[in-house]
């Protein structure tokens, strides 16, 4: 397993740095708008990566089986943050969601780390359950109802990506513990129906669904985002307008530097370096996809296997957003978009990965 | 077996994920080079803007390179309206400043475009006005560079320069009929947007405007200026209706100066009639062209041998009967016996009545249509008339007697000048032209050169020789001899022609005229002076046009370079130095009414009644002063 872990090592370490240059270049713009500091963000970033650094040594050397028999307790705390973040006056709200604590000039986001507890919570779950999982009201249904709080909870923010993350990972895990596909068409209808309410209590969301297939209906309101992602990816060309020479970051693309940070990349680099990025993840993925294949401790298999399914479901949400194959839901791309929670869930998992491939 | 089942499990998510990826990379593809053109077209529209830069329109030149048409520059008004903030507050100021609704300004500046030009109340601006709407100092709005014609010398040579809309596109003249010469590539600042609608660094073209070409003229401006004020000396002398001159060289066909009155001020050109405006007089106007005339039918006479000026002779008793009626000679005694050289000396009607019936109806016609008359002279200029002449067919001695002295006809004066240029510089009938050529604004290089045109040859050298010298003694001996410049050689010859209207002759309403040339043995300028029903002096174009041309002459020469000649024909102080007074029309008026009106005169009186029932003679002849009239009382 050595050659993985060294693959898994190289590739976050090299995806991390291309990720801080181009959270520089894409929000050098916006930084220096906000903060009359270009650097403002990059440097927020490399904080927050020397932190990640710091708390991955730890994670690397921990004894999982510590982790795992306090799963409970660090769940309760999770859904305790959760709850705490949604009261006004406590978390903070930025971009339309109350998603976020602050703590001095640092924040951090509840959802992401009740993701990777989350994870680990139905990792240990599904060891013990997995055989029996098909008797579904004694064995499933008890993950789906804590799930199910725990959506519910994040939707309140409300953050509609960090729950789908955590939906689609979660099913996943569900899904190689050996449930029965019929079981996964319920769910897909479930889905619709989920959606279908949601949009109910939420219009806005509809616009956002019809923009993505025509943007150019609503190009100053629902579409206006897809189509700013998409005059970036664009012109970009098989070549890219080279580094620093994106013009959308200019205040075209709002944000440039979390959500549609891809687009930016693929204005400046072009198709060729894009799908080299692109192909990175994918090797990444598959290494990780193998080490999770050779572990004999279920926990440590379906733990490492939950951690490649969230990994996997982020970037391919993020990069589907971006180009415009799915609408806008607000999902980071890990290891590139600038947010100190999701760099420091990304690194950790990552740390699980190989905490777990050493033993 | 549990493990292989989740091995399988996950083999299966591999594979899904994979799959994911791909439609990921052909959708980057797809966008990226499938789609590339496209959107990558409509991101630059988002990105790009342009601010207009007009191009000077190409100037308009004298032949010496004298600036007739220049270009002064003008400040615009443009905004860009996503740069606006406050859009509300800008309309308010703006429309202020500029004196105009504020609902105007706000829909210029919540255009959904991505710059908009505030026409036409933002175009033009005064130092002022441009200075108050910079001191605004408003995010998105632009004050633009803009050319704006300006004609230097107003009212000079208008109708021939024509005048430019406010976009400075032509509309008249040289300016609309060489407008895609003149007018030139604008040009414009490119440069790329952030999202607020502000300027980035990053690239920025400069479209730099081409100049329009220039058009130079065959128009001297000096002369062109001594022509403008002679017309602006006869306009407040006389009074006239109208009044024009044309100058050419009569061996190219370049027109030298082209003036008439009303003028305009290609400047302000609203501010004038469209009658005003659109006639151009010495190639709009058609009118009996009178005794000037005469000069082609002598030429014709000569060239077909029908007379020896020098020799034959013509006895005038004051009328010549043609089919029945009554010519009149202007001079109601009659000019006695002359030669025929004296005979255009005295522009004697009867004596030209004998040479066109000399000629007949098939040669004097077939040498007025060869002089060009009754077709457009082809100048390059719009507007040109071709005037009326008999048809031959239903042509009769009568109008041929009248033809011959230039009655029953109407011509241009354009057509008088490239006629009688033709008869006097060998027999050359050469097309006139007033663009020398187009050149490059920057190299000066002509872009194409206009030419000389002969059309034809019309008569001998010889013939021409003749009526040189003939038209040479008119001048120092003849009616002409008010245009008579000590040392020069000029020829020339005057009309008197009676206005037509309604098919009938109009009582004391003439066209005065008078054409020279010179110097006479080797012309270098014809000049063409016509003045419609002057007031206050004698209907003859030998008192009115001739001094005209005589002054006009005298700034030639210098302007020309014309030096005096030796052999210089003297003047002769003939009767034409006594004073000739018009006679008028006292019929039917109370004696003592018409003794007033004839104070010129010695009035004799037939019959001892209080009012006139005839006199003699007629009204409207020219009677010397103090000659006899009679009058009849009842």
């Known amino acids: ?359 | 077996m549990n493990y292989e089942n989740i091995y399988r499990r996950q083999k299966v998510f591999l594979i899904i994920t994979i799959i994911l990826f791909i439609s990921i990379i052909i959708k980057i593809f797809y966008i990226e080079y499938i789609d590339y053109k496209k959107i990558n077209k409509l991101a630059n529209d988002l990105w790009n803007r342009e601010l207009p830069i007009t191009a000077d329109r190409g100037l308009i030149l004298d032949r010496n390179g004298k600036v007739l048409a220049s270009n002064i520059t003008t400040t615009s008004l443009v905004v860009v309206p996503k740069q606006i903030k406050d859009k509300k507050y800008a309309a308010e100021e703006i429309s202020k400043i500029l004196n105009t609704t504020y609902k105007n300004i706000y829909g210029h500046i919540t255009k959904n475009t991505s710059i908009e030009r505030i026409h036409p109340e933002g175009r033009r601006l005064s130092y002022e006005i441009a200075d108050k709407i910079n001191a605004l100092n408003i995010d998105g709005v632009y004050l633009l560079k803009e050319g704006k014609r300006y004609y230097p010398y107003g009212n000079v040579l208008s109708h021939v320069l024509g005048y430019v809309g406010i976009d400075n596109q032509g509309l008249s003249g040289i300016e609309s009929m060489y407008e895609k010469y003149l007018k030139g590539t604008d040009g414009s600042i490119k440069y790329l947007s952030d999202g607020k609608g502000q300027r980035l660094n990053l690239s920025e073209s400069y479209n730099e405007p081409e100049s329009g070409m220039n058009v130079l003229l065959t128009i001297d401006l000096d002369l062109q200026l001594a022509i403008e004020n002679e017309l602006d000396i006869a306009m407040s002398k006389y009074n006239p209706e109208n009044v024009l001159i044309l100058a050419m060289n009569p061996t190219s066909g370049e027109i030298l100066g082209m003036a008439s009155r009303p003028s305009f001020d290609s400047n302000y050109y609203k501010n004038y009639s469209t009658e005003t405006i659109n006639r151009n007089l010495p190639i709009w106007k058609t009118y009996e062209p009178g005794s000037t005339f005469k000069i082609i039918t002598y030429a014709a006479a000569i060239e077909e041998k029908v007379v020896n000026i020098f020799e034959d002779t013509y006895y005038d008793s004051g009328s010549i009967k043609v089919s029945g009626s009554t010519l009149h000679c202007w001079k109601h005694e009659g000019h006695g016996l002359q030669t025929y050289l004296e005979v255009i000396q005295n522009s004697c009607n009867p004596g030209f009545v004998t040479l066109g019936l000399k000629l007949g109806k098939e040669k004097l016609m077939k040498y007025i249509h060869n002089f060009g008359f009754g077709k457009k002279t082809g100048i390059d200029l719009n507007g040109e008339a071709k005037g009326i002449l008999f048809k031959e067919e239903q042509m009769k001695e009568l109008e041929l007697a009248t033809t011959a002295f230039g009655q029953g006809i109407s011509v241009t004066p354009i057509q008088q000048v490239k006629a009688v240029s033709a008869a006097i510089n060998g027999g050359n009938l050469y097309t006139p032209y007033i663009v020398k050529g187009v050149e490059d604004s920057s190299t000066h290089e002509f872009i194409y050169e206009n030419k000389k045109h002969l059309e034809k040859k019309v008569i001998s050298e010889e013939t021409s020789k003749l009526v040189r010298y003939a038209l040479e003694t008119v001048v120092a001996k003849g009616t002409g001899h008010n245009a008579y410049l000590e040392g020069y050689k000029i020829g020339g010859k005057t009309g008197t022609a009676q206005k037509v209207d309604n098919g009938a002759y109009m009582q004391g309403n003439y066209i005065l005229s008078f054409i020279g040339f010179l110097p006479a043995d080797d012309p270098k300028l014809v000049l063409y002076v016509a003045i419609d029903h002057p007031h206050n002096v004698t209907q003859y174009g030998g008192t009115v046009a001739a001094p005209i041309a005589k002054n006009i002459f005298k700034s030639a020469v210098s302007i020309l370079n014309i030096k005096k000649s030796k052999d210089v024909i003297p003047k002769e102080y003939t009767w034409l130095d006594e004073k000739y007074y018009l006679v008028p029309d006292v019929t039917n008026q109370d004696v003592k009414e018409a003794k007033k009106l004839l104070k010129n005169f010695k009035v004799k009186y037939i019959g001892k009644g209080n009012t006139v029932i005839k006199q003699t003679p007629k009204a409207n002849t020219m009677t010397k002063e103090l000659g006899d009239v009679v009058l009849y009382l009842n």
């Open chain 1, 1 to 359: 397993m050595k050659k993985e872990i060294v693959i898994v090592k190289l590739l976050s370490t090299i995806l991390i740095l291309f990720g801080l240059l181009i959270i520089y270049s894409s929000s050098y713009v916006w930084s220096n708008y906000k903060f009359n500091n270009g650097y403002h963000y990059v440097l927020y970033q490399f904080i927050f990566l020397l932190i990640s650094l710091f708390i991955s040594k730890v994670v690397i050397k921990i004894d999982l089986n510590i982790i795992k028999k306090n799963i409970n307790k660090l769940l309760l705390i999770g859904i305790i943050l959760l709850l705490l973040v949604i009261i006004p006056g406590v978390g903070v709200v930025r971009n339309g969601s109350r998603s976020w604590f602050s703590i001095g000039p640092l924040s951090m986001q509840p959802s992401e780390f009740i993701k990777i507890i989350l994870i680990i919570f139905t990792a240990k779950y599904l060891e013990k359950y997995h055989y029996k999982i098909n008797k579904l009201k004694d064995n499933l249904f008890p993950l789906i109802i804590i799930l199910g709080a725990v959506i519910l909870l994040i939707m309140l923010e409300p953050d509609f990506g960090s729950s789908m993350i955590i939906i689609l990972t979660i099913l996943s895990m569900v899904f190689i513990s050996g449930l029965k596909y019929r079981f996964f068409s319920y769910i897909g209808l479930l889905g619709i129906l989920g959606i279908t309410f949601i949009i109910i209590i939420a219009p806005y969301r509809m616009a956002r669904i019809i923009s993505f297939i025509n943007p150019w209906k609503d190009p100053l309101g629902s579409g206006y985002q897809i189509i700013q992602s998409l005059y970036a990816v664009a012109p970009g060309g098989l070549f890219g307008h080279g580094i620093f020479s994106s013009i959308q970051k200019y205040f075209y693309l709002p944000e440039p530097q979390t959500d549609f940070i891809f687009a930016i990349f693929c204005e400046e680099f072009g198709f060729i370096i894009s799908v080299l990025v692109i192909l990175m993840f994918i090797i990444l993925f598959y290494n990780i996809y193998k080490i999770s294949a050779k572990q004999s401790d279920l926990f440590k298999k379906f733990l490492s296997f939950g951690i490649l399914s969230s990994l996997v479901v982020q970037t391919v949400m993020n990069l589907c957003v971006v180009v415009g194959l799915v609408p806008v839901t607000g999902v980071t791309l890990p290891f590139f978009s600038y947010g100190g929670s999701s760099l420091l869930i990304s690194i950790l998992e990552i740390s699980l990965i190989i905490n777990i491939s050493k033993s």
